[in-house]
Structures are given as structure tokens and as C-alpha cells.
Nanobody, 115 residues
Framework: QVQLVESGGGLVQAGGSLRLSCSAS????????IGWYRQAPGKQRELVAT???????NYSDSVKGRFTISKGSPRNTVFLQMNSLKPEDTADYYC?????????WGVGTRVTVSS
């Protein structure tokens, strides 16, 4: 099994930045695909960004050019750098890992962007 723990959420003004962290209980480099999803109130959960074992990122169109996903030190951590935040980025952000045929989710961290 994989445990995922998110951190870094909070309240920020529009145009500001936040960096989310996801710590996994296994080495990130062994996870086929790991990334971030978000769910705004009253909406379905949606993809934000993912990164493969080989380090290839994938972004939703709504965050492309503003958000950056990366793997870093410690080796069991993945980051989401969020710049130029907008009120519509307000949501609960969840870390997701696909490992050995199973999807794993963290409990989420809330991001609130005020206008």
C-alpha cells in the first residue's frame, strides 16, 4: 500500500503563489504515475497535473503555464508549484498515485484564492 500526505495549502490572494507537497510512503521513482487532482465545491474531481516515472509532466489546460509539477528531495516527495493563482483555483487538492495496478489518494489540502 501507499500512504500519501499532502501539505502546503492555505489562503492566498489572486496572483499569489503556493507550493503543495505530497509525501509518499514509497519511493516516488517507483510510482508509475503520480500527481494532483482537485475538487471545487459542487464540482467533480478533475486532473491538475501528473508526472510519470520518467519525469514527463502532464497538465490540464486550465493550469498550463502557471503550475509546475516536480519530483524532489526527499525522494518520496512530489511538489506542485502554483503561480498566478486565480479564484477559480479554489478547491481541495488531492495527491494521487498509481502503483502496482491500484490508485491511492491522500486526504487532501485546501487551497483558497481570494479575489
Amino acid at each position: 500500500q501507499v500512504q500519501l500526505v499532502e501539505s502546503g495549502g492555505g489562503l492566498v490572494q489572486a496572483g499569489g503563489s503556493l507550493r503543495l507537497s505530497c509525501s509518499a510512503s514509497v519511493t516516488i521513482w517507483t510510482i508509475n504515475n503520480i500527481g494532483w487532482y482537485r475538487q471545487a465545491p459542487g464540482k467533480q474531481r478533475e486532473l491538475v497535473a501528473t508526472i510519470t516515472t520518467d519525469g514527463v509532466p502532464n497538465y490540464s489546460d486550465s493550469v498550463k503555464g502557471r503550475f509546475t509539477i516536480s519530483k524532489g528531495s526527499p525522494r518520496n516527495t512530489v511538489f506542485l508549484q502554483m503561480n498566478s493563482l486565480k479564484p477559480e483555483d479554489t478547491a481541495d487538492y488531492y495527491c494521487n498515485a498509481y502503483w502496482r495496478g491500484t490508485d491511492y489518494w491522500g486526504v487532501g489540502t485546501r487551497v483558497t484564492v481570494s479575489s
